[in-house]
């Protein structure tokens, strides 16, 4: 079941241009951009700064309008949705974000940030909220007994995890990952990318996965699109993208990655 | 560059008329009838009268107004009395062309503002740097509470105590007057003293510590340690790599500032006695002397647009990053 | 190793806290030779970047250190600031993660290069343009002649990074110190700066310090890897041997942390 379809989005910022004295102009950030995501899958969006993905997750958040183009989520145009319509939406679609810091309230404790779009939507959890937080936080692999800590008081990829738990809370069909491991450690990288897994497994949910690292989306994605200048060059399987790349410029892009020498690499698999 | 520049003029003369026409319409139409104020107390209505006809009273507001204007530009005329451009009216208190009364008052308004900006910036910039070089010492400390201290003291106060102190307790100040500094440099000097420091200390203390949180960010800044990584010299480092990132913000509010106090320092020179475009912008304000308050006001106004204008013209010259990119 | 640029024995270093002082690098120790990379790959708080800017001299305030830190024999180590600034830019130089932070705003990268190398070289301000120029032609970015009076902003980010490396080779130094000069750039970018540096190091045989929390980077770039983790060295050997045959165990989780990109690593 196709559960969101973005059909030929554009979006156009109007820019100053460079210096105070410059003539305003236009610039396209996204360009006639069409893909789908199945229920229950992992699209990954991958391009390098400037090539419009996180402008594109945006949109498909609802968090930016397009200048053209729609954006249809379990059949509903939701392009222009206002009102109980977007409200229903953003029940069912939640993002995480790259910086977890920024993206969580310093001055309010874990509690009160895991169940704050259960408030704005005005649920009450069954169970009440203390129970319904603590269930949350043990599902993401946190502590239950910090529900009333503040998010300075968490480790980077502790402070994801509070994100991600956030974003679960609404029971959500979509959650939108905006780079969301990029800021962190290999080593957490590796435990926060396995959460998002499990989690997947567990609740059948689908994934829009934006990223500039493609070995971290060769791991998670199903499927991937590869974004340039604001276009789609390519979307493919995951292994039709990485093992036969059609797009020029997406074997540009898997030629530069940096690999681990492949016979230390072999070795060292084989000596374990 | 010349298309900009011609652009924020255009800007300058719009808002000028904007500034005319709101306080034309604020002094001339909501205050007392000035034809009553002029005709004092043996009045008749017939004087009443001739005196509307002859300042244009009874015509229709549109085309006071436009008189007024073209005054200042072509002149006008009262009655039989020719008032030569620029023409601002007559002072209603003294029958005195407003437009001489200013020329005759700007120099004592511009050299106590001249003269309290270069105070104020040398004590400022130059305390401020110390205390930020100096972080977290006894001299940043104390200097920084002097600093908070000095801003919150209200300038008539300091005015009044430095005053009863220096020149009725002490007697190593003369009193204020607008001597002029060809006559007499030191007297010159001596009673244009205190206004200056007066008017200075709030300014000074306000720069001091906006200079110090500017040095320090600036010392914070990856490019300072790359200027250090560069084994740069500690002059050149501190010159090109902390001053100059630091202090070109600085500008911009100087700018205003200055171009605010232009306008007239009301306050300071009503109490020192110096008669400069603030006191008598008081002493009209007192009288309701409308065409000299409606010039003050006005004057004011030039001199904050006209700054608004050279401060972005400067920084686009200081911050390349502001700057045109030439095609 | 006959021929050793650049020693490092030793290292502690001690920064100040609220709660007290910390060992922020302890005692590590680690060689460059002449026209070797040597590579120090840990992840965020485990001392790398410390250990660079103690070479130089450039912690923060209050910072002690002990051991010893030797250039061609020199002791670097527990030098007055004025003598070590000899040193910066001419014999050492440092290449940081942010370009554009890096560079001042205010001046053309022409007299950001010139200003180095009148200062360690001499020389007149049109002859320090002419190195300039030259410097940037080195680093293959375009229109040297006209980009050396551009601004930093004026340049993209690869090209950024390019003036940094431009400016760090121009005294040529002995011994180049790499601060994740290629975090902040994308993958792209990434690898045509680290075939530039590679080249450059082949032409000046300069020994390169190259910092990094990136492994498949130290792996495409060091001859020598250090591993460290909380100030902690914890391991330290030829590339070849770090990365098949770890001996620590925080060596190898990171190696198995790492996603990889080729087919044979996928299960």
Known sequence: MTLLKVQGVTKEFVTRGDGAMARKSTFTAVDDVSFEVELGETLAIVGESGSGKSTTARIAARLLEPTKGSVVFDGQDVTRASGKELATFRNNVQVVFQDPFSSLNPRYTVERIITAPLTYQGIAPANGRRAFTQELMERVGLNPDHCRRYPAQFSGGQAQRIGIARALAVNPKLVICDEAVSALDVSIQAQVLELLMRLQRESGFSYVFIAHDLAVVRQIAQRVAVMNRGRIVEVGTRDQVFGDPQDSYTKTLLAAVPRINPEWDAKRRQAR | ?327 | MSDELFVVDNLTVTLPTSRGPVDVVKNVSFTVGRDETVGIVGESGSGKSMTALAVLGLLPRGARTSGSVRLDGAELLGRSDRDLRSVRGNAISMVFQDPLSSLNPYYTVGLQIAEMYRTHRGGSRSAARKVAIEALERVHIPDAARRVDHYPHQFSGGMRQRVMIAMALCCSPSLLIADEPTTALDVTVQAQILELLAELQSTTGTGMMFITHDLAVISSIAQRVLVMQSGDPVEYGTAEQVFSDPRHEYTRMLLDAVSRIDDEVLS
């Open chain 2, 1 to 327: 560059m010349t298309r900009y520049v011609l652009g924020r003029l255009g800007g300058v003369v719009l808002i000028l008329l904007a500034v005319c026409l709101f306080t034309y319409l604020i002094f001339f139409k909501l205050s007392p009838d000035p034809a009553v104020m002029i005709c004092g107390k043996t009045c008749t209505p017939e004087r009443i009268d001739s005196i509307r006809t002859v300042l244009g009273l009874n015509q229709p507001l549109l085309t006071q107004f436009w008189e007024f204007l073209s005054g200042i530009f072509a002149g006008r005329d009262y009655g039989s009395v020719h008032c030569s451009a620029p023409c601002l009216g007559y002072s209603f208190q003294t029958n005195e062309s407003v437009w001489s009364m200013i020329t005759a008052r700007l120099p004592v308004s511009i050299t106590v503002a001249v003269g309290a900006a270069v105070l104020w910036l040398l004590v400022g910039v130059i305390g401020g740097l110390v205390s930020a070089v100096k972080q977290g010492t006894w001299w940043d400390r104390s200097a920084m509470g002097l600093a908070l201290g000095g801003v919150s003291v209200p300038n008539y106060v300091l005015a009044l105590v430095l005053q009863y102190v220096l020149v009725v307790k002490l007697q190593v100040l003369p009193f204020p007057s607008a001597v002029s500094f060809v006559d007499n440099p030191a007297v010159w000097f001596e009673s244009y003293l205190m206004p200056w420091v007066v008017l200075a200390v709030g300014y000074a203390c306000l720069y001091a510590r906006l200079t110090r949180s500017n040095v320090i960010d600036t010392l914070a800044e990856n490019y300072y340690r790359t200027a250090r990584a560069k084994g740069l010299s500690g002059a050149l480092i501190m010159r090109r790599h902390a001053l100059r990132p630091a202090l070109t913000p600085i500008t911009t509010i100087f700018g205003m500032d200055f171009a605010g106090l232009l306008g007239g320092a009301l306050i300071t020179e009503t109490v020192f006695g110096l008669n400069g475009i603030g006191k008598m912008a008081a002493d009209s304000i007192a009288k309701n002397d409308q065409p000299v308050i409606m010039a003050v006001t006005l004057l004011a106004a030039f001199f904050v647009v006209i700054g608004n204008v050279v401060v972005d013209l400067l920084y686009t010259a200081l911050d390349p990053r502001v700057r045109v990119v030439s095609a």
